[in-house]
């Protein structure tokens, strides 16, 4: 089984910032098969993104995914209220199972 | 629009049986498998399996295979994670989710979760 590894844990940003949040695979991800996920407080998942950098219906231009191997980036430029949340990696490579990360939080600073 | 309406929160006792479900609606239920998720307090969420729409194959985490079963009835575009002996450990929030594609691809979209709370 694939282990994802976020981080940070927590970050603490300002509305306007840039985040950069980091997800590292045990063993190599192909790239097609990764992704993003945003949870808000009593949401269900939400995908960002697939494939490692495509963005899924409707997401806004300013998250973008990146990375390849063992080690993934989601960037979001600039910091909207709305953004701050709960993100996780996905790996759907190595299926079954599919792992899930256990999350960064994304709280205003 | 695409939606998955799963069951109602339940509250059972350790040994208990349950059944929650997931009707779909909104777009094709024949071309998309369903997948199910576990998420416990304050963690990451967890793949519990999937099963094809016709319920010809279903495809278990090695975690969970033995402890749930995942099931389909397609004449009600509805989707199924029971158990026979709940322990107090399955207490979580259950959610169901249709990949974008295939068994294998990324959860596009989801049901508003399930609570279930397995306590004495």
């Known amino acids: 089984e694939i282990v994802l590894t976020q981080s940070p844990g927590t970050l603490s940003l300002s509305p306007g910032e840039r985040a950069t949040l980091s997800c590292r695979a045990s063993q190599t991800v192909n790239v097609n098969y990764f992704a993003w996920y945003q949870q808000r407080p009593g949401q269900a998942p939400r995908l960002l993104i697939y494939g490692a950098s495509f963005r899924a219906t409707g997401v806004p231009g300013r998250f973008s995914g990146s990375g390849s191997g063992t080690d993934f980036t989601l960037t979001i430029s600039r910091l909207e209220p709305e953004d701050f949340a709960v993100y996780y990696c996905q790996q759907y490579d190595s299926s079954p199972p599919s792992t899930f990360g256990q999350g960064t939080r994304l709280e205003i600073k | 629009e695409v939606r998955l309406v799963q069951s109602g929160a339940e509250m059972k006792k350790p040994g208990e049986s349950l059944k929650i479900s997931c009707k779909a609606s909104?777009?094709?239920?024949?071309?998309?498998?369903v997948g199910w998720v576990r998420q416990m307090p304050g963690r990451g969420p967890e793949w519990m399996g999937i099963v094809h729409p016709d319920g010809s194959d279903t495809r278990y985490s090695p975690s969970f295979q033995g402890h749930v079963t995942i099931s389909v009835d397609k004449s009600t575009r509805t989707a199924y994670l029971q158990w026979t002996s709940l322990k107090a450990s399955d207490t979580a929030l259950y959610y169901c989710?249709?990949?974008?594609?295939?068994?294998?691809?990324?959860?596009?979209?989801w049901g508003q979760g399930t609570m279930v709370t397995v306590s004495s």
């Open positions: 909104g777009y094709s239920f024949n071309n998309y498998w």
């Open positions: 989710a249709r990949p974008k594609w295939g068994p294998d691809d990324a959860f596009d979209a």
